[in-house]
């Protein structure tokens, strides 16, 4: 497709024979191939402004200077204008929050192994009220609590209720 500007003619858009479409490119390498800026959509979550393969998986803009990712309808990720990064939350206010409202794990930092187990550490917030749980195991099942503290401030080596400040059991 070519366009004329004070009578000299430039190419604004190609498509090839293996009809990918090339915008600011002569050498379309995939099936949309822009080479300079693209805007797409609305930017709400209902508009989504890349889409995958799906109604309910793709980015937008939540807000001025912020991008946010889609996964089954919902937005699972988000990234602010600070740069704070949020998971499980859409109002990040510091570098990476992440929250789950679950009691699983909220977070999991796992090596990758050879033999199929997971080795790693496990932070757990919040499973009973308001207490913490810091584990570490080579498997995801049945890790032993490194430490746990307690809404009310007890503290427990080796123990997941402490009646203490500081219980250490073994």
Request: charged fraction near 15%.
């Amino acid at each position: 497709f070519l366009t004329y500007n004070a009578g000299v003619q430039s190419e604004a858009m190609r498509i090839n024979y293996l009809s990918n479409v090339g915008i600011g490119t002569a050498v379309p390498a995939v099936k949309l191939h822009v080479n300079g800026n693209l805007r797409v959509g609305s930017g709400a979550l209902e508009d989504l402004s890349i889409q995958l393969d799906d109604n309910n998986t793709g980015f937008y803009s939540p807000a001025a200077n912020a991008i946010g990712m889609v996964a089954g309808g919902g937005e699972r990720i988000r990234v602010d204008v600070a740069g704070n990064v949020g998971i499980g939350t859409t109002n990040p206010d510091t570098g990476l929050v992440v929250r789950k409202n679950s009691a699983d794990y909220a977070m999991k930092i796992l090596s990758d192994s050879t033999s199929g187990a997971n080795h790693g550490l496990f932070i757990q917030a919040g499973k009973v009220g308001s207490d913490w749980s810091f584990a570490v195991n080579s498997s995801l099942t049945d890790q032993p609590r490194l430490f746990t503290i307690q809404g009310d401030g007890n503290v427990g080596i080796g123990t997941t209720s402490p009646t203490a400040k500081l219980e250490v059991n073994g």
